[in-house]
Nanobody, 123 residues
Framework: QVQLVESGGGLVQAGGSLRLSCAASGSIFRINAMGWYRQAPGKQRELVATATSGGSTNYADSVKGRFTISRDSAKNTVHLQMNSLKPEDTAVYYC?????????????????WGQGTLVTVSS
């Protein structure tokens, strides 16, 4: 009912930049929040950054000052600008959305994940 499509991953040298994008589509009544998580090999998935419909943002301490999340609510998209990348930023990055859909006569909240995009930072 809601799909997320990510783009923008790739290989970059340490100190470089990448921009990730994610677009939500489907039977969406409202996107309440969108964000990015990442999972490095052998590690648990962790929050990178989130942005609510009210404009609030939240960042992991490890990316503060280097990454910037932005949303286009009208287009149901979210972007993650990643600067000053480090080898430890290497991971699969997943887009996440908390959405409200109209399911029959009622509204329903659900959480959706993208398929992931690989970011590799070489030293």
């Amino acid at each position: 009912q809601v799909q997320l499509v990510e783009s923008g991953g790739g290989l970059v040298q340490a100190g470089g930049s990448l921009r990730l994008s994610c677009a939500a589509s489907g039977s969406i009544f409202r996107i309440n929040a969108m964000g990015w998580y990442r999972q490095a090999p052998g590690k648990q998935r962790e929050l990178v950054a989130t942005a609510t419909s009210g404009g609030s943002t939240n960042y992991a301490d490890s990316v503060k000052g280097r990454f910037t999340i932005s949303r286009d609510s009208a287009k149901n998209t979210v972007h993650l600008q990643m600067n000053s990348l480090k080898p430890e930023d290497t991971a699969v990055y997943y887009c996440n959305a908390e959405a409200t859909i109209l399911a029959g006569p009622a509204y329903r909240n659900l959480e959706v994940w993208g398929q992931g995009t690989l970011v590799t930072v070489s030293s």
